[in-house]
């Protein structure tokens, strides 16, 4: 089945430390998005990648970076700039629009704690 | 800048009665917007959608409706069913073709349906 597989499901990690949550999708989608849910929010926009080698800043970019070297991944780094960066992490694919818009596809989301 | 705002964080229905939720948005260039449910841990699963050139859209027990003047959508579950408890966000787009699919979303809404 085709589907969004995000790993690990949790994850924690020390102050100071960079982590790289991994995202795979073989719903052979054009674009690709990272979201971060805090209790009692929405989901904001981190990046998001709308073709291969290229991708743009979302609405809480500090702290995070991305690459986008293959189609199918789109890996999100949580650096130590990143203040405060315990969260549920949701990873999201669409297909590229035709006549109808297309709804996005997530993930399971990654549950990221400080130690 | 809350562009999408769900104003209730949560709502209690009884089994087999209607529930209603309800989204607001301030950005008139958006036009197309979703309903999400998410259960905890977990990511969100696409329920319905709408395009703005419509006021209403059913599948099923969903209904999504649309008021473009005031700028608001509401989703009408009926009848409502203990599975049905989760938490409702509702997303909008706007039609640039740079950033397709790009999302904003509300707080969300928790749903709690009673047996």
């Known amino acids: 089945d085709g589907g969004i597989t995000q790993s690990p499901k949790y994850l924690f990690r020390k102050e100071g430390q960079n982590v790289t949550l991994s995202c795979e999708q073989n719903l052979n989608h054009d674009a690709m998005y990272w979201y971060r849910q805090d209790p009692g929010q929405g989901l904001r926009l981190i990046y998001y990648s709308q073709i291969v080698n290229d991708f743009q800043k979302g609405d809480i970019a500090e702290g995070y970076s991305v690459s986008r070297e293959k189609k199918e991944s789109f890996p999100l780094t949580v650096t130590s700039a990143q203040k405060n960066p315990t969260a549920f992490y949701l990873c999201?694919?669409?297909?590229?629009?035709?006549?109808?818009?297309?709804?996005?596809?997530f993930g399971d989301g990654t549950r990221l704690s400080i130690l | 800048d809350q562009q999408v705002k769900q104003n209730s964080p949560s709502l209690s229905v009884q089994e087999g009665r209607i529930s209603i939720l309800n989204c607001d948005y301030t950005n008139s260039m958006f036009d197309y917007f979703l309903w999400y449910k998410k259960y905890p841990a977990e990511g969100p699963t696409f329920l319905i959608s709408?395009?703005?050139?419509?006021d209403k859209n059913e599948d099923g027990r969903f209904t999504v409706f649309l008021n473009k003047s005031a700028k608001h959508l509401s989703l009408h579950i009926v009848p409502s069913q203990p599975g049905d408890s989760a938490v409702y966000f509702c997303a909008a787009s706007a039609p640039l073709v740079r950033d397709y699919g790009k999302l904003t979303f509300g707080q969300g809404t928790i749903l709690t349906v009673h047996p």
């Open positions: 999201a694919s669409t297909p590229p629009p035709d006549r109808d818009n297309q709804p996005q596809h």
């Open positions: 709408i395009s703005s050139i419509k």
